[in-house]
């Protein structure tokens, strides 16, 4: 996952043509840090499309103006638009990620 460090770059990603997804975590959040232990071999799954981390404590504002109000949330966006959102609550499985990936793209 490429890492997004401004609300600029954040911008100009969530913008493209293609379908994006964006992890949102923080560094001092265990939920997280649990999930980068299983995640990899999903990203590389729906490897077609381009993955993104965004820390929120970092880049706030990509955070509150995308409604993330728990971490770690998943965030599919195209053409600037957000088109699904995966809350915290609702990600704390391999299942329940693969789950979410799988009714949002198909």
């Known amino acids: ?9 954040f911008k100009s990603i969530i913008n493209k043509d293609e379908t994006v997804i964006v992890k949102f975590e923080a560094g001092w959040c265990p939920d997280c840090k649990a999930m980068d232990m299983w995640i990899s071999p999903i990203v590389e799954k729906y490897n077609q499309y381009e993955w993104f981390v965004v820390n929120r404590d970092e880049v ?34 391999p299942e329940q990620v693969e789950s979410f990936l799988s009714e949002s793209l198909g």
């Open 1 to 9: 996952m490429q890492k997004i460090q401004d609300m600029e770059t």
């Open 60 to 93: 706030e504002e990509a955070a509150i103006e995308n409604d993330v109000m728990g971490i770690p949330s998943i965030l599919i966006f195209k053409n600037g638009e957000k088109l699904h959102h995966l809350h915290s609550a609702n990600a704390k499985s």
